[in-house]
């Protein structure tokens, strides 16, 4: 008996571990409390990622303003504003789970690109933009979905055969930087 309630103890004692665990690894997949955000919830930039063989990365970073807690869409809504012949490509799966983002945390969509081919076959885009997934506050209020960041990474391949931004999953965390 006095076995049977040792083993009872550490599994009670293993099982909370594990729910606090669960609860903090878990704070940056979305809740069902939290609502979806709206662009005046959060700033965001594009961050350098690096660049190697004409291959570029960056990342379009989202962080949460101080007080605010939303929640982002796993497929963010991304393009581009000029560079015409250069196409965003979002790899991100439909089903991409929403990611949380709260006080000053952040979360970021890689991007990817190649900058390789001639002048005449190379574009550089003004800015590229991301719709927010609310429209509007919890009271119905009217909010522009619509965030603009210019374009700080020069010219991308504009070519018919490698013309696109490739464009990831909302990722939690800070955006890797170069």
């Known amino acids: 008996m006095k076995n049977i309630r040792r083993i009872a103890v550490a599994v009670a004692v293993a099982g909370g571990a594990a729910a606090v665990f669960a609860g903090t690894a878990g704070a940056t997949t979305a809740d069902s409390s939290a609502l979806p955000c709206t662009a005046n919830q959060f700033s965001t930039k594009l961050v350098y990622g690096g660049a190697g063989a004409g291959q570029r990365n960056a990342a379009l970073q989202f962080t949460a303003n101080e007080g605010e807690r939303c929640v982002l869409s796993g497929r963010a809504d991304v393009n581009l504003v000029g560079a015409h012949n250069v196409l965003v490509n979002n790899e991100a799966p439909a089903d991409a789970p929403p990611v949380l983002i709260a006080n000053g945390s952040s979360a970021y969509v890689p991007l990817h690109w190649t900058a390789i081919g001639s002048d005449d076959e190379q574009q550089t885009p003004n800015a590229m933009t991301m719709t927010a997934p609310a429209d509007s506050n919890p009271h119905g209020d009217p909010i522009d979905p619509n ?21 990831g999953a909302v990722t939690a965390g800070q955006a890797p930087a170069a």
């Open 147 to 167: 965030v603009t960041v210019d374009w700080t990474f020069g010219a991308v391949d504009a070519g018919a055969d490698s013309h696109t931004i490739d464009v």
